[in-house]
T-cell receptor
């Protein structure tokens, strides 16, 4: 058990809808990362937050947004959903904010939320 | 841009050694990682190597790094059925606040 909790585990919704994915980081971790895993794109970095502030942005679409709350949990909001958004969305946490999560502060992944857009 | 590539599939016989290969593009990578993903689970850090090292051994796992060719490999000795998983190579950059992952290599074990 990595200590990172993601809810829900599965989500099925229709095109055009909006969903919110939730992540609780490991106790004590200040950084939260969101990744999208799809069959054809592999694991893509979306966005990182540290202690409530956005730290880095990857290949995140404008239809997607995220935030990290004072209690350090994070939410990823996906709107105007398209079929191509169907994927596994992972949250990971790490202790530090520094630019490289070295071996002393590795990423700890949750089990993911499987989103299916029909 | 930054990229990490690895083959998608590998099949080995139980008891043999598995070698999973990875190439990366950015020579400024500071750390290189191997993560393991079992079915229905998130990625779990297996091992890592610092970019100024050539080799690292950790029980059945051996990581080899050829920095000149930007090639990383993971060798699993005496492969067991429990090693069936997807293995991700990843690189961390000192200039970026993220880790870049490869697409993952699915390792399957034949009896």
């Amino acid at each position: 058990d990595s200590g990172v909790t993601q809810t829900p585990k599965h989500l099925i919704t229709a095109t055009g809808q909006r969903v919110t994915l939730r992540c609780s980081p490991r106790s004590g971790d200040l950084s939260v990362y969101w990744y999208q895993q799809s069959l054809d794109q592999g694991l893509q970095f979306l966005i990182q937050y540290y202690n409530g502030e956005e730290r880095a942005k990857g290949n995140i679409l404008e239809r997607f947004s995220a935030q990290q709350f004072p209690d350090l949990h994070s939410e990823l909001n996906l709107s105007s959903l398209e079929l191509g958004d169907s994927a596994l969305y992972f949250c990971a946490s790490s202790a530090r904010s520094n630019v490289v999560t070295g071996p002393h502060s590795p990423l700890h992944f949750g089990n993911g939320t499987r989103l299916t857009v029909t | 841009g930054e990229d990490v590539e690895q083959s998608l599939f590998l099949s080995v016989r139980e008891g043999d050694s598995s070698v999973i290969n990875c190439t990366y593009t950015d020579s400024s990578s500071t750390y290189l990682y191997w993560y393991k993903q079992e079915p229905g689970a998130g990625l779990q850090l297996l091992t890592y190597i610092f970019s100024n090292m050539d080799m690292k051994q950790d029980q059945r796992l051996t990581v080899l790094l050829n920095k000149k060719d930007k090639h990383l490999s993971l060798r699993i000795a005496d492969t067991q059925t429990g090693d069936s998983a997807i293995y991700f190579c990843a690189s961390g950059y000192s200039s970026a606040s993220k880790i870049i992952f490869g697409s993952g290599t699915r390792l399957s074990i034949r009896p």
